[in-house]
Structures are given as C-alpha cells and as structure tokens.
C-alpha cells in the first residue's frame, strides 16, 4: 500500500522561504508521478506542482511558477517542494499525493494522498 508522509510545514514571514517533503513507501510499479496540493480555509484544493519519477519532468500552477520548485530524490523516494518569496495567501493545507505511471500533470486522478500538512503565512 502506498504511504505518503509530508514534513517540513510551518510559520513562515511574508517573502520568507520553506521546504516541503514527502516521503513515499510502498508502490508497486516502478514509475509514479507525485503531486503536491493545497487547500485554503474555505477554498477549493488546487494543484500546485508535480514532478515524474521517470524522467523529472515537472509542471506547476501559474499562481507559483518561478516561486516553487519540485525536485525528486528517486533513491530517497522523497519528493520536495522549495518555496519561496511566500505570502500570507500560501496559507493552507498542503497535500503530497500520488499515482502510478509516467505521464506528468495536475489534471490527473492522484490515487494516494498524504494527511496533510499545515503551512501558514503570517501578515
């Protein structure tokens, strides 16, 4: 069974910086893409980027482009999300999640999700 723990959350100052991870466990095939979601209190979950373990190709939200930056640790199984210059709308839940295949993109139905972690901009 696939298992998808985030770390790294927290208090961060407006255009400060903060590293998520996400470690993963149990797939079964070799390839996979992981994703990493957040929901704001009140809002919608939206995507905000996700990265293949087959050849790291990425793709991010507009909302974050130039500001975060995924990256993959294939020996690690370990998924990270850089962000920086944050604000007080990076307020949110953050989710790790996850599904098997070679194809790259937030569209897509993510079968595993982590529990979540809490990321808050202060003003």
């Known amino acids: 069974q696939v298992q998808l723990v985030e770390s790294g959350g927290g208090l961060v100052q407006p255009g400060g910086s903060l590293r998520l991870s996400c470690e993963a466990s149990?797939?079964?095939?070799?390839?996979?893409?992981i994703g990493w979601f957040r929901q704001a209190p009140g809002m919608e979950r939206e995507g905000v980027a996700c990265?293949?373990?087959?050849?790291?190709?990425?793709q991010y939200s507009e909302s974050v482009k130039g500001r975060f930056f995924i990256s993959i640790d294939n020996n690690k199984r370990t998924v990270y999300l850089q962000m920086n210059n944050l604000t007080p709308d990076a307020t949110a839940i953050y989710y790790c999640?996850?599904?098997?295949?070679?194809?790259?993109?937030?569209?897509?139905?993510?079968?595993?999700w982590g529990q979540g972690i809490q990321v808050t901009g202060s003003s």
């Open positions: 990265i293949s373990s087959s050849d790291d190709s990425t």
């Open positions: 149990g797939f079964t095939q070799p390839y996979y893409t």
């Open positions: 999640a996850a599904f098997h295949g070679v194809v790259v993109g937030l569209q897509f139905r993510y079968d595993y």
